[in-house]
């Protein structure tokens, strides 16, 4: 999937991003929420597609928990911009996952728009993420 940079976060800051987002992935894939959740902040909000916002780190992993069974997740990232320790990130999502009940797995492809704030340690958590398929 693409990636650019805009002249407000540097290389160093779009790696940090892009390891958060394969970090997630992997633990998504890996039902390993508690890593997935750390990818939040404390009182981010998490606003799914067809799903009222979910409040809270802990409260996002708990949904997380809920989600079914993920085999393929990948993060893009089409744009970013920061004014000091806040940045907009947005791109394509897409992953594979297997509904409880259905005959097999289901493809979905999406977009997502995140808002981060950066940590004293150069990470980036996610303070606000939402996301929607687009089929």
Not at 69 to 85: L, N, R, T, Y
Not at 87 to 94: D, E, L
Request: with cysteine; charged share 25%.
């Amino acid at each position: 999937m693409p990636q650019t940079t805009t002249p407000n976060l540097s290389p160093q800051d779009m790696a940090a991003i892009q390891r958060c987002h394969e970090e997630f992935s992997r633990s998504m894939v890996a039902r390993d929420f508690e890593t997935a959740a750390r990818t939040y902040d404390e009182n981010a909000v998490l606003m799914p597609s067809n799903h009222p916002a979910v409040r809270g780190r802990n409260a996002i992993k708990e949904w997380m928990a809920g989600f079914p069974p993920i085999s393929q997740f990948k993060v893009g990232i089409e744009e970013g911009d920061a004014q000091g320790d806040l940045a907009y990130v947005r791109g394509p999502f897409s992953m594979v996952f297997q509904p409880e009940g259905a005959p097999g797995p289901t493809e979905e492809i999406g977009k997502y728009l995140e808002v981060r704030k950066r940590q004293p340690d150069g990470s980036w958590l996610l303070i606000v993420d939402i996301f929607n398929s687009d089929r």
